[in-house]
Nanobody, 115 residues
Framework: QVQLTESGGGLVQPGGSLKVSCAAS????????MGWYRQTPGNERELVAS???????PYADSVKGRFTISRDNMKNMIYLQMNNLKPEDTAIYYC?????????WGQGTQVTVSS
């Protein structure tokens, strides 16, 4: 069964940092490249960071140099470390495979960047 559970979101001030996590079921984690996506109201989900079993793909221009994706292959976990956050990073963050599986979308975790 495909299951992805995001956590770690919250409210942070501009310039601050936050790390979000995703627990993935083994069936998806072991087979696919994984990614972090985000969505704001009225917009499509966008891929911001993704990773093979060990190596990140190039980041979206909007987050390059500020976000870092990683994965723990023993724990089936994916992480997104977000530094120097900006108000435009406010969104719901989701993890899923790359490309995404339609049945892989979870509830996401809300990240709000505001003073």
């Amino acid at each position: 069964q495909v299951q992805l559970t995001e956590s770690g979101g919250g409210l942070v001030q501009p310039g601050g940092s936050l790390k979000v996590s995703c627990a993935a079921s083994e069936i998806i984690f072991k087979r696919y490249d994984m990614g972090w996506y985000r969505q704001t109201p009225g917009n499509e989900r966008e891929l911001v960071a993704s990773i093979t079993l060990s190596t990140p793909f190039p980041y979206a221009d909007s987050v390059k140099g500020r976000f870092t994706i990683s994965r723990d292959n023993m724990k089936n976990m994916i992480y997104l470390q977000m530094n120097n956050l900006k108000p435009e990073d406010t969104a719901i963050y989701y993890c899923n495979s790359r490309p995404p599986l339609s049945r892989g979308w979870g509830q996401g975790t809300q990240v709000t960047v505001s003073s």
